[in-house]
């Protein structure tokens, strides 16, 4: 028996790993989170696997179908939006399957915030204005530490992605506010990579009406930082003057 808890990627079915394709097709029990994954994905899944819509489920349920499945000694895909280690409740569900003696492998997955980047055309880390990106979301029924409120992580600078939080642009806005001047360049992309993708480009002082007036409401991200801006340093990566293990620098 062993459980494959695996990054379904941010929609697009395409965007799916080989390896979790794979996985998918050969497994006997697939249990997907259906509020998030594309459905699509079910469609490598073998003939007669059994399906479970965990959306519809509590963890307890969800462990259940976990231990029929160890007596039954099946092979199980938990399958998780985006890539699982980044707000999937993940963690508990392998320290379950740790105490249970079950086998587990975690199958990465493309990530939300890199299919917003994709659409976008847009480089999070660009030099000479920020190489450093965080990952975060605004403190609701989940709660935030205290440490890594929006309102401490904005005098930071950084590039921000700020996930699960579009419900609550105002707050969200008023925290940014201590930090980002009111003209920091803003971009929310809704649903990146689905069919239905949308984005809107604003700054900090306009975003949350821009927001209302599209009626965006939930799957979206909040990109904000100056990165969006356009201006930025050339890498010295691919700079003929500068020399690395792989290319010396170029004589004059």
């Known amino acids: 028996m062993k ?56 963890l307890e349920e969800i462990l259940e179908v976990l231990q029929e499945a160890k007596r039954a000694d099946q092979v199980v895909a938990r399958i998780h939006s985006g890539d699982p280690s980044l707000y999937g409740a993940l963690q508990e569900q392998l320290d379950w399957c740790e105490k249970e003696a079950i086998d587990t492998e975690v199958i990465p997955g493309v990530s939300s915030f890199q299919a917003a980047a994709a659409s976008l055309k847009q480089e999070f880390t660009l030099p000479g204005v920020c190489q450093t990106l965080i990952l975060t979301r605004i403190s609701g029924r989940t709660k935030v530490p205290a440490g890594e409120d929006l309102q401490r992580l904005a005098k930071i600078g950084a590039t921000m992605v700020i996930f699960l939080s579009i419900k609550e642009i105002d707050r969200v806005v008023d925290k940014l506010a201590t930090g980002y001047r009111g003209d920091t360049p803003v971009a929310i992309v809704e649903k990146a990579s689905w069919p239905g993708e949308r984005r809107i480009f604003g700054t900090l002082g306009d975003i949350a009406g821009k927001v209302k007036k599209a009626g965006m409401k939930r799957q979206a991200l909040i990109i904000v930082g100056d990165v969006l801006r356009g201006a930025y340093e050339h890498s010295k990566l691919y700079d003929k003057n500068f020399e690395h293990g792989f290319r010396k620098k170029r004589r004059s």
């Open 3 to 58: 459980v494959y808890f695996i990054g379904a990627g941010p929609g697009d079915p395409e965007l799916l790993t080989l390896k979790a394709k794979k996985i998918i097709g050969q497994v006997d029990v697939i249990v997907y989170a259906g509020s998030l994954v594309n459905r699509q994905i079910l469609k490598f899944a073998r003939k007669g696997a059994a399906l479970y819509d965990s959306s519809r489920m509590e």
